[in-house]
T-cell receptor
Framework: KAGVTQTPRYLIKTRGQQVTLSCSPI?????VSWYQQTPGQGLQFLFE???????NKGNFPGRFSGRQFSNSRSEMNVSTLELGDSALYLC??????????????FGPGTRLTVT | GQQVMQIPQYQHVQEGEDFTTYCNSS?????IQWYKQRPGGHPVFLIQ?????EVKKQKRLTFQFGEAKKNSSLHITATQTTDVGTYFC???????????FGQGTRLTINP
């Protein structure tokens, strides 16, 4: 079974630009979560999508948005980039989040650098 | 807000020494998961604990879930260089549908 894939793996943008990151979950997984990882803040939860609906949202400004498609693939968008948005963005998929086992399988991440 | 605190933030040990990281939640958890992230890698799921007082072992790793389901620990016996990485706990807050990650404990080992 193929793992979680994220594209692109590396990205360099300038302040004020916008960026779209993509995540393809493991086949059969319907839940996709996004995290921002920085050395100082650890893993910060951005949002989670299940069956094309955003079910949970972290404490990030509205510049961060996401969506999920009918095939469970997900995208996240960051508009008006700031230097502080430089981070590793991780996507994680899981089979179910409601109950029972729902371990998350992480992708390799997209390393975003904002200059 | 709902938080999961993890200590210590960093731990450096000599190879062969034991290592423990602790996770504490301000609220009761439905379950807790542990992940390991190697340097330059992404978090990889290790285990999930669900029951109060549960203890699980994976070779040299022992995971415990507290009786009150508010704390957890990961203990590694006789560390090896392959244990290097950052260990995260992630708790599912009771009644909520999201995981809250601890800040992680970064383990480095002197061979």
């Amino acid at each position: 079974k193929a793992g979680v894939t994220q594209t692109p793996r590396y990205l360099i943008k300038t302040r004020g630009q916008q960026v779209t990151l993509s995540c393809s979950p493991i086949s059969g997984h319907r839940s996709v979560s996004w995290y921002q990882q920085t050395p100082g803040q650890g893993l910060q939860f951005l949002f989670e999508y299940f069956s094309e609906t955003q079910r949970n949202k972290g404490n990030f400004p509205g510049r961060f948005s996401g969506r999920q498609f009918s095939n469970s693939r997900s995208e996240m968008n960051v508009s008006t980039l700031e230097l502080g948005d430089s981070a590793l963005y991780l996507c994680a998929s899981s089979f179910a989040v409601f109950r029972g086992s729902y371990e998350q399988y992480f992708g390799p991440g997209t390393r975003l650098t904002v200059t | 807000g709902q938080q999961v605190m993890q200590i210590p933030q960093y731990q450096h040990v000599q190879e062969g020494e034991d290592f423990t990281t602790y996770c504490n939640s301000s609220t009761t958890l439905s379950n807790i998961q542990w992940y390991k992230q190697r340097p330059g890698g992404h978090p990889v799921f290790l285990i999930q604990l669900v029951k109060s007082g549960e203890v699980k072992k994976q070779k040299r790793l022992t995971f415990q879930f507290g009786e009150a389901k508010k704390n957890s620990s990961l203990h590694i016996t006789a560390t090896q260089t392959t244990d290097v990485g950052t260990y995260f706990c992630a708790g599912k807050i009771q009644g909520a549908q999201k995981l809250v990650f601890g800040q992680g404990t970064r383990l480095t080992i002197n061979p």
